[in-house]
Nanobody, 123 residues
Framework: QVQLVESGGGLVQAGGSLRLSCAAS????????MAWFRQAQGKEREFVAA???????FYADSVRGRFTISRDNARNTVTLQMNSLKPEDTALYYC?????????????????WGQGTQVTVSS
């Protein structure tokens, strides 16, 4: 298991940018697949982006071309760069980690979760 702490959320105008960071503990971080999920008020948690231990990335259709996920194994961090933000991106963003390979779009692929960081995009 790995401990995760998100940061970087805030209030931004539509069209603006934010960078979310997820700090992880543990020496096995480099073997973990990492992902970002989000949950808007009144909605189900949904997949945003993922990056495998070897650097392969996956994106939800709604964010592809606007968001970029990356990782720095030396610092045990994963980053979500969010550009061209829309009001629809408003949600609580969660960092997740898992050792299992398979469906990286599914919550079931991850067993460690952060507390979340709020992103609010005004129109």
């Amino acid at each position: 298991q790995v401990q995760l702490v998100e940061s970087g959320g805030g209030l931004v105008q539509a069209g603006g940018s934010l960078r979310l960071s997820c700090a992880a503990s543990g020496r096995t971080f480099r073997r973990y697949n990492m992902a970002w999920f989000r949950q808007a008020q009144g909605k189900e948690r949904e997949f945003v982006a993922a990056i495998t231990w070897d650097g392969t990335t996956f994106y939800a259709d709604s964010v592809r071309g606007r968001f970029t996920i990356s990782r720095d194994n030396a610092r045990n961090t994963v980053t979500l760069q969010m550009n061209s933000l829309k009001p629809e991106d408003t949600a609580l963003y969660y960092c997740a980690a898992g050792l299992m390979s398979g469906n990286y779009y599914s919550e079931d692929n991850y067993d460690s979760w952060g507390q979340g960081t709020q992103v609010t995009v005004s129109s």
